[in-house]
T-cell receptor, first 116, second 114 residues
């Protein structure tokens, strides 16, 4: 079985400061990892994914994430947060391949609040 | 993003009503999904359709009935719902046979059961 944990319900940072949103995962095979963001009254928007290769993945809106196999983590980072980054962030994992393996498991979400 | 469109955006219904949620994707994807998002619960996968065939039913009560007439449209038929079914229902689509492609989400239908 696959699972994802986001240990922080909420993260608060000041605008201009670095932002980190934590995610750890559990999967039996090689993980495919994703980050999504959800703004109020909207669906989830894809930010970035890790499949294989370079452990540092760059995505939309200046976000990046670092895959760490030994720590089974995939933390989301942004060097300088903006007030507009305030939203709900979801980490997700899937294993398997092909049509039968496209089931995503989501973490509980982390609410990010960036203060001016 | 307008690739996945859900209607209606808001729905209020009584427990004895019958209604349907609609999802349409314009991305040429071959897999579609229904999720339930409640206030204090993780995102719950309800149903998965691959190539119009249902491949996942995540122990969803029979008062929720999905329908996928073609690869672009997905419906969720609702009947005799309970107050705990009030939630945001999200539809998503993806290209299931091209490696780990991300799912693309609609903006959801906010459902309130009276």
């Amino acid at each position: 079985a696959q699972s994802v944990a986001q240990p922080e319900d909420q993260v608060k940072v000041a605008e201009g400061n670095p932002l980190t949103v934590k995610c750890t995962y559990s999967v039996s095979g090689n993980p495919y990892l994703f980050w999504y963001v959800q703004y109020p009254n909207r669906g989830l928007q894809f930010l970035l994914k890790y499949i294989t290769g370079d452990n540092l993945v760059k995505g939309s809106y200046g976000f990046e994430a670092e895959f760490n196999k030994s720590q089974t983590s995939f933390h989301l980072k942004k060097p300088s947060a903006l007030v507009s980054d305030s939203a709900l962030y979801f980490c997700a994992v899937r294993e398997g391949s092909g049509a039968a393996g496209n089931k995503l498991t989501f973490g509980g979400g982390t609410r990010v609040l960036v203060k001016p | 993003e307008t690739g996945v469109t859900q209607t209606p955006r808001h729905l209020v219904m009584g427990m004895t009503n019958k209604k349907s949620l609609k999802c349409e994707q314009h991305l040429g994807h071959n897999a579609m999904y229904w999720y339930k998002q409640s206030a204090k619960k993780p995102l719950e996968l309800m149903f998965v359709y691959n190539f119009k065939e249902q491949t996942e039913n995540n122990s969803v009560p029979s008062r929720f009935s999905p329908e996928c007439p073609n690869s672009s449209h997905l419906f969720l038929h609702l009947h005799t719902l309970q107050p705990e079914d009030s939630a945001l229902y999200l539809c998503a689509s993806s290209q299931a046979d091209r490696g780990a492609q991300p799912q693309h989400f609609g903006d959801g239908t906010r459902l309130s059961i009276l």
